[in-house]
């Protein structure tokens, strides 16, 4: 297995301009999060999908922040419009009920500059 | 909400000496599970632990969860600069769906 994809891994955009990060999580897997890490805050959850379901988006820092999940295998995280406190890595982790352990399988992150 | 804490934020240590990290949550868990990141890196599981007392040994790490489930730690004996990384703690409270992580203890080793 592939393990969890995400792209793009680096992103350097300007402030007001849209940008929009994927994610493929594990074949299989029924849950599918999204974090945002920086030095300042650690690593933050956004939102966490069940089942292509958002379940609990509180950690989605405002309204410029959307998520969505139209399959088992895609998710996408988009910022419009971005700003530069937005800078940070986002990573995308998958997990499966399925599993003993639950454990997170994390991708290896997008990291974003808004300049 | 639930919160999980974690001390120390930063440990830095002599190659050879010990290191231990403890994570304390405010509710029950149901389970705690750590993970392992490499500078530059993404998180990566190591070991969950269920039960109350539970010890799990992986080489030189000791992972432990407290009697009352409400508290976890990990140890490393003899730490080498293959450790060096930030090790997070992720408690999951019963009937929840997601698991809450720690602030993360960030380990350097000076050779």
């Known amino acids: ?115 | 909400g639930q919160q999980v804490m974690q001390i120390p934020q930063y440990q830095h240590v002599q190659e050879g000496e010990d290191f231990t990290t403890y994570c304390n949550s405010s509710t029950t868990l149901s389970n705690i599970q750590w993970y392992k990141q490499r500078p530059g890196g993404h998180p990566v599981f190591l070991i969950q632990l269920v039960k109350s007392g539970e010890v799990k040994k992986q080489k030189r790490l000791t992972f432990q969860f407290g009697e009352a489930k409400k508290n976890s730690s990990l140890h490393i004996t003899a730490t080498q600069t293959t450790d060096v990384g930030t090790y997070f703690c992720a408690g999951l409270r019963t009937n929840a769906g997601k698991s809450t992580f720690g602030d993360g203890t960030t380990l350097t080793v000076k050779p």
């Not at chain 1, 402030?15 to 920086?38: A, N």
């Not at chain 1, 820092?61 to 399959?71: H, L």
Request: some cysteine; overall charge negative.
């Open chain 1, 1 to 115: 297995d592939a393990g969890v994809i995400q792209s793009p891994r680096h992103e350097v955009t300007e402030m007001g301009q849209e940008v929009t990060l994927r994610c493929k999580p594990i074949s299989g897997h029924d849950y599918l999060f999204w974090y945002r890490q920086t030095m300042m805050r650690g690593l933050e959850l956004l939102i966490y999908f069940n089942n292509n379901v958002p379940i609990d988006d509180s950690g989605m820092p405002e309204d410029r922040f959307s998520a969505k999940m139209p399959n088992a295998s895609f998710s996408t995280l988009k910022i419009q419009p971005s700003e530069p406190r937005d800078s940070a890595v986002y990573f995308c982790a998958s997990s499966s009920t399925g599993t003993g352990d639950n454990e997170q399988f994390f991708g290896p992150g997008t990291r974003l500059t808004v300049l």
